[in-house]
């Protein structure tokens, strides 16, 4: 008796521990599964409703209109938030082993995708002067033939040069001998500071290109990228050892009965 007595002592701080870490688990887990339902409604409103949400979109800002191909995004997005997010309420609330190491095979896959890609960057950065190089002849090009005569290409360099304060991707040069600049003799407002219509005479040489705008962009964001990153790593080592916990957990409690 005294045995029996002393044996569910020691096991109350244990089984204290397993629901409270259910507790955590589901809640956790719930907000994630209420996240992937948000987003996966507002990708599906999108795609069905794309009339009216670009023209709410056009009132606030006519370049906005160009996010709306998100929305494939959020649906994708939102649906593998929902069923992470089920695996886990799921398998927490009715103490499904099956739904738990579902819920930590997909994790840990996850996981070691993003490990694989932090090694292949600083195992490849060497190859990062080649792909700038692509993306420079690319940008060059577009400029040169698709500005002012493809509406998206020249809404999507009117935006990037305003909101970075640069013009052209090496600077203004990239528009001399373009196909807009034979048409209309003239270059984007952003590369005059003072002379509109912004002709040759009136280019301010200060403006930079903007690729040196966007390098610094990139760099002055890289530390806020690497402790996102650092800070998903984490939550994701702790669902995937709250989700083995209680596996084991519920697997010894069936093996004792």
Not at 8 to 20: A, G, L, Q, R, V
Not at 44 to 61: E, P, Q, R, T
Not at 89 to 100: I, P
Not at 151 to 156: A, L, Y
Request: charged residues 15%; aromatic residues 12%.
């Amino acid at each position: 008796m005294f045995v029996t007595s002393l044996s569910i002592t020691e096991n109350k701080p244990k089984m204290s521990c397993f629901k409270f870490l259910k507790i955590v688990m589901f809640a956790v887990n719930g907000i994630i599964f209420l996240a992937g339902g948000g987003i996966l409604g507002v990708g599906i409103w999108v795609k069905v409703d794309a009339g009216s949400f670009i023209d709410i979109l056009a009132k606030a800002s006519p370049q906005l209109k160009q996010i709306v191909n998100v929305g494939y995004l959020c649906i994708a997005l939102g649906a593998f938030l929902l069923v992470i997010g089920f695996l886990g309420c799921y398998g927490a609330a009715k103490e499904n082993k099956c739904m738990l190491m579902i819920f930590f095979i997909i994790i840990l896959l996850i996981f070691i995708a993003q490990v694989a890609g932090a090694v292949v960057v600083l195992a490849f950065s060497g190859l990062a002067e080649v792909f700038i190089g692509y993306i420079r002849v690319w940008a060059v090009n577009s400029i040169k033939t698709d500005y002012g005569r493809i509406s998206d290409i020249t809404t999507i360099w009117d935006t990037v040069m305003k909101e970075f304060k640069c013009c052209g991707f090496n600077s203004y040069e990239d528009f001399t001998n373009s196909s807009s600049y034979y048409v209309t003799s003239k270059y984007p407002d952003d590369c005059c500071r003072s002379a509109y219509p912004c002709t040759l005479s009136g280019i301010d040489a200060d403006v930079p290109g903007c690729y040196s705008r966007l390098l610094n962009f990139l760099k002055s964001h890289t530390k806020i990228l690497g402790i996102v990153a650092l800070a998903i790593c984490v939550l994701e080592i702790g669902a995937m050892a709250a989700s083995m916990i209680m596996y084991c957990q519920i697997k010894k409690q069936e093996q004792t009965v």
